[in-house]
């Protein structure tokens, strides 16, 4: 069982920078995708970035340029990093990681427990 546990969000003022980090219980090496979603209030889920496995990271196209997403294996955690903060960046964050535990197993998606973002205009 994997458990991802975010950390680092808040408040913050629009323009200002804030950064998140996932910790997972389990080496992220090998993990198919682990990034981070978010949902603002009223609106559906959504992807912020997001490493595939062997891959570059992918962005939305709303953050390219202000988030940079990063791992580190060594501490098996994804940080995202947000600059220029909007007041549309508002949203709950979630840690995600979809893992394939062996050859023929199913795929797994993990969700963490979410940490809120608050930007103030």
């Known amino acids: 069982q994997v458990q991802l546990v975010e950390s680092g969000g808040g408040l913050v003022q629009a323009g200002g920078s804030l950064s998140l980090s996932c910790a997972s219980s389990?080496?992220?090496?090998?993990?198919?995708?682990m990034g981070w979603y978010r949902q603002a209030p009223g609106k559906t889920r959504e992807l912020v970035a997001v490493?595939?496995?062997?891959?570059?990271?992918n962005y939305a196209d709303s953050v390219k340029g202000r988030f940079t997403i990063s791992r580190d294996y060594g501490k098996n955690t994804v940080d995202l990093r947000m600059t220029s903060l909007k007041f549309e960046d508002t949203a709950h964050y979630y840690c995600?990681?979809?893992?394939?535990?062996?050859?023929?197993?199913?795929?797994?998606?993990?969700w963490g427990q979410g940490t809120l973002v608050t930007v103030s205009s």
């Open positions: 389990r080496n992220i090496f090998g993990f198919d995708r």
């Open positions: 995600y990681a979809k893992i394939t535990p062996c050859v023929d197993c199913r795929s797994l998606e993990v």
């Open positions: 490493f595939a496995s062997g891959g570059s990271p």
